[in-house]
């Protein structure tokens, strides 16, 4: 299984862009990398995945380090409601599919 | 139904009593997960569904946990003998199968007293 580093929490001003790094120096080559994020009160949901190359959504843009031991979700401009626990999550190389969620970085946005 | 469906969203109960939590999958979606979190705390994987093979319950936490789905929709999870510690939001979700992209429900919020 897969494991991932990522900081407790981050705090970013509104309008501002925010890195989130994510260390999986563990996953396997054919690993996936999902990011979510999970809302006050709410259940998660998914944000973006990749597996070597950038990528990038309405939501978000995923750098994915050429080694693959590490990624970086991106935000271009937090807005308040982009404060929520983001969690970085490659699946179990076992399974095939994600098991358990770490703690995330609780991210902070203020006006 | 749009997505997928968790019901109670509550449930307060006392210690001892068995509790069945339901969650209706988005429609079509084969495979279905089963996580707990507790306050504070990331997910914690329960068990996985995939279309009519044997489930993953690995992460079952003990056997008073138990699961099942039927028709290969809606799932059951059932918690017998509660204990304060079972005190957590237990979320559901779902995907297409293939390992893709989780769609989760809101969750159902426990409280044993």
């Known amino acids: 299984d897969a494991k991932t580093t990522q900081p407790n929490s981050m705090e970013s001003n509104e309008e501002e862009p925010v890195h989130l790094p994510c260390n999986h120096s563990?996953?396997?080559?054919?690993?996936?990398i999902h990011w979510y994020r999970q809302l006050p009160s709410q259940g998660p949901e998914y944000v973006i995945h990749g597996l070597t190359s950038n990528v990038n959504n309405r939501m978000a843009s995923l750098a994915i380090a050429e080694d693959r031991k590490s990624s970086t979700l991106i935000l271009h401009r937090a807005t308040l409601r982009d404060a929520a626990v983001y969690y970085c999550i490659p699946p179990d190389s076992n399974s095939g599919y994600a098991l358990n969620f770490g703690k995330g970085t609780s991210l902070l946005v203020t006006p | 139904g749009a997505g997928v469906s968790q019901s109670p969203s509550n449930k307060v109960t006392e210690k001892g009593k068995d509790v069945e939590l339901r969650c209706d999958p988005i429609s079509g979606h084969t495979a279905l997960y089963w996580y707990r979190q507790s306050l504070g705390q990331g997910l914690e994987f329960l068990i996985y569904?995939?279309?009519?093979?044997?489930?993953?319950k690995s992460g079952l936490p003990s056997d008073r946990f138990s699961a099942e789905r039927t028709g290969g929709s809606v799932s059951t999870l059932t918690i017998q003998r509660t204990q304060q510690e079972d005190s957590a939001v237990y979320l559901c979700a779902s995907d297409s199968g293939g390992g893709g992209e989780l769609f989760f429900g809101e969750g159902s919020r426990l409280t044993v007293l």
């Open positions: 563990t996953i396997s080559g054919t690993d996936y």
């Open positions: 569904f995939q279309g009519n093979s044997a489930p993953d």
